[in-house]
């Protein structure tokens, strides 16, 4: 199988489990726990089918749309993820190309691997997605680089506050930097393909944290990092502080509840992402699809509701849209093409899933986003 013969999701994350060696593999696939909140986000679209009208004259069909502030070209962006250096030696540096090509958004995260002064060199909107640190100083310095390199949207995650708990990797012992079990070197003794990229391309590096961040003998430890610098004392106001500083478009990432949109609506946040992170943090949490009707419902006029976690398919763009979501986000849609080919891989995740929102307004008569709306869905 190659990447010509992929023609969906399924296809890609058969192809990346079959280049990747397992601990990266799993990294990437799994979840938290019991990965039950991983399953349902994208079952969640079974709960509703789209309703299509028939001869509205479809022709010329725009999908973009506008979203705190940035006109997309598609209405799905590349989520900010971490570490994509080790997924594809062109990381970064391949997604920011093909959302360039394809004239959407992407993310870059603080755990990123490429540095978003490099990435910001393209001209698609970018996001900056920021963890908050004990140290304010730090906090207001990082912001104020983003400010200066252009980062358009800055994007707090805040359902972070402590990591997920993660069995594949505990049991292959992936961690920053690597201490893996012997069956978990053995698998990276499998796939010598991968092997000879990554000690042939440019050294692993943070960049958005080694500017600011001791790390001893330049082994960077994400885990330290997490509970030695960042705030899980982090509230409401500290967060209002920061939206004033950044004074530009400002999203939360990891919103769940009608009570907490209203806040972000309250502090002067311009956009919420509704997100669980991809299952990856609190199992059990309900799906962001699940959720997204009664917060489009509460704080839909006030505020640009986005939402991630679980899209695979065009199909579920338009069903995110028809409630009201003004985008989407989706990680592992892009990542595990990434893995597989590179820049080319996610260009074909993109292309493929162009076509299908398209080919998908054009079954549902729909002209333009705007068209669509909570008429074009029944719930079962
Ligand atoms: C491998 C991986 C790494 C991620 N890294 C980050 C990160 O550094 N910061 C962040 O806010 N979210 C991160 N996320 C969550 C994504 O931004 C997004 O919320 C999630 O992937 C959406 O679910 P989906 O993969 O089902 O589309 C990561 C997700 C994955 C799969």
Request: one cysteine or more; glycine letters at 8%; hydrophobic letters at 40%.
């Amino acid at each position: 199988m190659k990447l010509k013969d992929c023609y969906n999701f399924h296809d890609f994350r058969t192809l990346a489990r079959r280049r990747l060696p397992a601990p990266i593999y799993n990294y990437i696939d799994g979840a938290a726990d019991d990965e039950k909140s991983h399953r349902r986000n994208t079952i969640s679209f079974d709960a509703c089918d789209l309703v299509p009208n028939v001869l509205r004259g479809v022709k010329d069909i725009d999908m973009s749309v506008t979203v705190m502030g940035q006109k997309l070209e598609m209405p799905i962006y590349c989520s900010p993820t971490a570490l994509q250096r080790l997924f594809h030696h062109e990381g970064e540096r391949a997604v920011a190309s093909a959302a360039e090509k394809f004239g959407t958004m992407f993310g870059v995260s603080s755990l990123g691997t490429v540095s978003l002064q490099e990435v910001r060199k393209h001209s698609n909107p970018q996001v900056y997605q920021f963890y908050f640190h004990k140290d304010r100083g730090l906090n207001n310095a990082m912001m104020s680089d983003a400010k200066k390199a252009g980062v358009e949207v800055m994007m707090l995650t805040v359902d972070t506050i402590t990591g997920g708990n993660r069995e594949r990797d505990l049991r292959s012992g992936f961690s920053i930097p690597f201490s893996l079990s012997p069956a978990g070197i053995l698998q990276f003794v499998l796939k010598p393909m991968w092997a000879f990229n990554y000690v042939t391309h440019e050294k692993f590096s943070l960049p958005q944290l080694d500017k600011y961040i001791d790390m001893d003998d330049g082994a960077v430890s994400i885990s330290r990092y997490i509970t030695e610098m960042l705030d899980p004392s982090l509230d409401w106001n500290d967060v209002e502080k920061m939206v004033s500083t950044w004074d530009g478009e400002f999203c939360l990432k990891g919103i769940m509840s009608v009570e907490d949109a209203r806040k972000a609506v309250d502090i002067g946040c311009t956009g919420i992402v509704i997100s669980n992170h991809g299952g990856r943090q609190l199992d059990g949490s309900r799906s962001p699809f699940d959720q997204l009707d009664e917060i489009v419902n509460a704080v839909g006029d006030k505020i640009d509701v986005i939402m991630d976690s679980g899209i695979q398919r065009g199909s579920h763009v338009l069903k995110a849209l028809s409630l009201g979501a003004k985008a989407v986000g989706g990680g592992r849609f892009y990542l595990y093409p990434l893995a597989v080919a590179g820049q080319a891989g996610v260009e074909r995740a993109l292309e493929l899933m162009r076509m299908e929102i398209e080919r998908d307004m054009c079954l549902m008569g729909c002209n333009s986003i705007h068209d669509l709306s909570p008429e074009n869905l029944r719930f079962r």
